[in-house]
């Protein structure tokens, strides 16, 4: 049960419910999913026509302005739904709506302040924490591609920018040299480790920005946050049906979000793995990510995308351990944590991961070379 269940009664969320409700009352409303950032609950509705919805309090620690990102949402999710109507695909894909209240907002306020947003429910349909098998791999790279596909005919300066400096990998470094310039290091084997590896690595962190700079790689729009739990399977037909949580939809580069999506998928043993020594690359699981990825997103790469999709895959890992290991040097501030070393624990995952990576960087390369 989310925090704000247990200090809320049900009434009051009833209450909010409802001001989303063109038809049918509000019957129940419970805690939702697994998100950490907002707080989401499922609603259910006494009506015919759509049953289910899903209602959202922002956190508006981390998103400060709310409404920038309901204007993203409802230009985007305009657009897709247009293109989708024009030429229709052969399969299920959804994208979820957003509801308006009864005056016509896209958002309310509650008593306290808090912001609330209302987005349709994508029925029959259910998400996985973990890769089940190798149609699952291929059906997230399809995802992924459908979503970018289908936003990339888009003008990036149409959508705001929601996060800034998320994910640009040289301000993540700059902000580990500020902590640990004034950080009184307690050294241990493990500590050293990620020093070093992070010491090795500080030229490289500017591949992909550099190549934005330079004109390389094209601004467009991505999905910010493409883990396997944000793709969404038919409960009967085993497809992926939709990508959600679209909050971090926002202009920056498609490689992001490629090597955010093989960073998350192709290390079997999981971000949360205490073994960090067993973590590896599964470059079969990659390679069929992304034949599922550019069966649809053949239609919008250049060669330059290619040639930099090796460098994506190989930083967003390195970038993920850089921000724990900087955390953890800072007292954990950022992340949620279990314990004190919870997140020395998580750089080395993804440190171990990225050195699977570069070990592995002439196949990942013909991989990329085969699949285009």
């Not at 994208?95 to 016509?104: A, E, I, M, N, S």
């Not at 497809?239 to 949580?245: K, L």
Request: aromatic content about 10%.
């Amino acid at each position: 049960m989310s925090e704000y269940l247990k200090t809320q009664n049900t009434d009051n969320l009833v209450t909010i419910a409802n001001k989303f409700t063109l038809q049918g009352k509000v019957t129940t409303v419970q805690s939702f999913g697994s998100g950490n950032i907002n707080d989401t609950f499922l609603v259910t509705l006494d009506s015919p026509e759509e049953k289910h919805f899903v209602l959202q309090r922002i956190n508006t620690k981390v998103f400060r302005q709310p409404q920038l990102i309901m204007q993203n949402m409802c230009t985007f999710t305009e657009h897709v739904r247009m293109r989708l109507h024009h030429s229709p695909l052969n399969r299920r894909w959804e994208v979820p709506r957003v509801l308006l209240t009864k005056d016509g907002q896209d958002y309310c306020r509650d008593t306290n302040g808090s912001f609330w947003r209302a987005i349709s429910f994508i029925a029959d349909s259910q998400s996985f924490d973990t890769m089940q098998n190798m149609q699952q791999a291929k059906e997230i790279g399809y995802a992924l591609g459908m979503f970018h596909n289908l936003i990339s005919d888009l003008p990036p300066e149409r959508l705001a920018d929601t996060l800034e400096g998320f994910h640009i990998t040289p301000l993540y470094l700059q902000h580990y040299n500020e902590v640990l310039a004034k950080t009184s290091l307690c050294q241990s084997p493990e500590v050293n480790y990620c020093l070093q590896f992070v010491s090795d690595r500080q030229n490289f962190a500017h591949v992909l920005e550099n190549a934005k700079a330079t004109g390389k790689l094209p601004l467009r729009l991505m999905h910010g946050d493409p883990k396997i739990n944000n793709v969404m399977f038919d409960t009967s037909t085993n497809q992926a049906v939709s990508v959600i949580d679209l909050d971090t939809v926002k202009p920056g580069l498609v490689h992001y979000d490629i090597g955010d999506c093989l960073r998350s998928g192709c290390n079997p043993a999981g971000e949360e793995t205490e073994e960090w020594e067993s973590v590896y690359f599964d470059t079969d699981i990659c390679q069929t990510i992304l034949q599922g990825y550019l069966s649809v997103a053949q239609a919008f790469l250049t060669e330059n995308d290619y040639t930099y999709m090796y460098d994506a895959i190989r930083l967003i890992a390195f970038e993920l351990g850089l921000r724990f290991f900087a955390d953890y040097l800072a007292g954990n501030v950022y992340f949620k944590v279990k314990y004190p070393e919870h997140n020395l624990a998580r750089a080395l995952v993804q440190f171990k991961l990225t050195e699977s990576i570069e070990s592995q960087e002439t196949n990942i390369r013909k991989i990329i070379r085969d699949v285009k």
